[in-house]
């Protein structure tokens, strides 16, 4: 029986995740209020971002950069990327 989650991004009652999409306090957070559906809409963006950049996901600092993005992206948390769309030198860095 899947579980119902008021979802942030769309803002509406759906169907969440199975699990937490991975350890730590943000994977929690997405479990808890994050739809399955709004999930998937973060993968291409995800991979738009990783593409675009040339980015490497093993790398810390990369990894880093991408959960700041999550955060944006679920959350409208302040996200690294400027109103053009497009990284700031150091986000990649820091």
């Known amino acids: 029986m899947s579980r ?7 803002n509406q009652d759906l169907p969440g995740l199975e699990e937490a999409p991975f350890p730590g306090e943000l994977g929690q957070r997405i ?7 709004a999930y998937d ?3 291409p963006h995800l991979t738009t971002i990783i593409n675009h950049y040339g980015l490497n ?5 990369t990894r880093k950069m991408l959960r700041k993005e999550m955060e ?8 690294l990327t400027t109103p053009a ?8 860095k820091n």
């Open 4 to 10: 119902t989650v008021h979802c942030v991004k769309l």
């Open 31 to 37: 479990f808890e209020s994050v739809s399955a559906e």
């Open 41 to 43: 809409l973060w993968k």
């Open 57 to 61: 996901p093993a790398e810390p600092e």
């Open 72 to 79: 944006a992206f679920f959350f409208g948390e302040e996200s």
């Open 85 to 92: 769309g497009d990284l700031t030198p150091d986000s990649v």
